[in-house]
């Protein structure tokens, strides 16, 4: 047989038959299996209101530690679905949770009450008490989750955090590269040895 | 005993006859190699030895090992500590992960040594490349498996990490997490990464490797004023082996099997003795305490991420391997000819020294981690004389609760993060310290908006008494 120009011979035939019909039929098993794989990547996770605790179990002016439950979960999640935060109380009716993961690469921040800093224990980022960053790589503020007081209970808004996606460029601000809080230099108001 | 030996010989008689596996492996088995190929020949069949090894542990390691987030730890926790021999079994999972990280650096040191990867073996060091970057994956993948709190607050680092890419970071913060955060999909996934598709493909690269090492040939060691020219290399090295080649088995391969068994019999000994580290805490998101390190097979890297400036990080993340990865990938398209031997080649030689002097030093620095805030620290014992002001005593308190203690060091005791303030009044005045304190610097916070004025005051008395004596009195100076 002459198909333009080209002799197609039974062996050539076959051979076009044979990788055609196994490419199409890999081909068509393979999207299920990449689908499946890479199916999770984009399940959606919907923000959640989870309750913290009544407004009198927090002190004006304390930051203390909340725990959250994710949403969307899986039966075998387990601690997984657990998140930790650090939830302030501005005033008597204002707070601030915090994301204890910093800003620099996910590591758990904690907060020292004593130096009103949160402290990162892996490449040394620090925060001060608003979020915002105190010293070290981190480069941006802690994040924060959306929260509100509803009969006389603190809610706090899980939703996942948001990644710094794509950041190439420093985040420095004045001449100490970092956003550091430059403070007007005081007086000491008594002698010191 | 006569017709034992007789039936054996009968059985092999039978499966030759029906596979012709024996007569195939023969001559494979007994290629000629080239007779100074000894001692130094030896790292790449430990590291095959030591993958071996990891293939049988993780096997058995399997049959208990529970992926799920619920319960991996406590599968983990009975491997460890109920299961029979379990706590060897995972020590040795633990020592030849060790062994096989330790053996495929100096095996591909050796190769780029020797030059090895020159006319006609380009393809084995490039597979090569491909199986020190899937050992690394596993080293990975591997920590994540245990589940602890080192290993869920990695998959946050390593999805920030990803989430640095340019334009796919995205995708890839998706890709390590399974989804936008952890999850229970999370360990799944790296144990399916873990089990089969990385060893699946390090077996794949591995035969590839063999395959050419037999096609090839093993490199003789190199000699000076013997350059590889492409167009002769192959009639020479035939009519090397045709002059002084030995049979691969056994006159080479005895040193592979000694020092291979010796490989094993030292991961053995080890787990049996030492064992794997111990499990600490299970993972747990919302356990804030927590101080995540990496295995010490990744502990350089922890401390490149720490020491990188912060403004040049993020090209770091994503160029440095890239760049460390593909020039190892080019090499030889570039340098394919010419001189093996390293007295001709001083530059190779320079390049070991420093990428051993760099991993080494990073390592050490990243198991000191000095960057890393000492809350641990116990408050500072009383140094002061008597005669020192009140305003010092609540100032050396003051020192540790308000966390100066965590980052700098006194007498021995504190961080290291910041300068050793033991006798910070030989150098600094008065103004200097309050200059300080109240503005911070680039690694350390202003603690102008957090301490009172009065606490400034006692803090400085407190440093003011840090003086070597007898010692230059700067504040006197100034």
New interface residues.
Partial sequence: MKVEGVNVTRRRLLMGVSIGAGSLVAAAAAIPLIGFF?G????K?PPVWRNVGPLDKFKIGATV?V??L?S???P?????????AWLRRNNEQNFTVYS??CT???????W?P????F?C????G?Y?KDGDV????P?EPLQQFPVRVKNGYVEVQWR??Q????????P?TGC???S???????P???E?? | MRALKKLLYGVLDWFEDRTGLVSKLKPIMEHPVPKESKWAYVFGSATLFSFVLQIATGVVLATMYVP????AFQSLSHIQNGALFGHIVRGMHYFGASAMFMFIGIHMLRVFLYAAYKYPREVNWISGVLLLMLTLAMGFTGQLMRWDQDA??SV??A???A?????V???F???V???????????T?FFDLHVFLIPGAMMAIIGLHLYLVLRNGISEPPKAGAPVDPRTYKKQYEQLLKKEGVPFWPDAAWRDALFGSLVVAVCVALAATIGAPKLVP???????????RPDWYLMWYFAV??LSP??????IMFLAPLAIFGTMLALPFFFNRGERSPKRRPWAIAWVVIVVLGVLGLWREGVEAP???R?QSPPLPNSLPSS??V??LHGQVLFH???CE??HTINGLGGL?GPNLSNVANRLT?QDM??RI?????????????LH??Q??DL??YL??RRLHPGPDLSQAR
Avoid at chain 2, 282 to 292: C, H, I, R
């Fill in positions: 890479l999770p990547m984009y399940r996770f530690q725990d959250l994710t969307g979960g899986l075998w999640d387990g601690p997984a679905q657990r998140i930790g204890s993961k620099h690469l996910g590591c758990p921040v904690r020292i004593s130096a009103e800093l402290m224990p892996c490449h040394g620090v001060f105190a010293a070290g790589p480069p996942p955090e990644v710094q996606y794509t950041k190439l460029e420093s420095d100490s590269g970092r550091t809080k430059l403070q007007q230099i005081k000491l108001d008594r010191v040895v | 799920s987030t619920d319960s869920v607050w946050n680092i999805a920030k990490q989430a640095r890419l340019p334009l970071g995205d995708w913060s998706r890709f997490y399974g989804g936008d955060h952890l999850s229970g999909i999370t360990l996934r299970p993972a747990d998101p919302s356990v804030l305490q927590a101080n995540p991420l720490a912060h403004n040049l990080e993020s090209y960057w890393s805030p809350f020192a002001p305003a010092a609760d308000k966390g965590y980052c993060r008065e309050v200059i109240l503005n911070g610097g680039r690694n350390m916070p202003a603690f102008g908006g957090i004025p009065d400034v005051s400085v008395a003011e008494t």
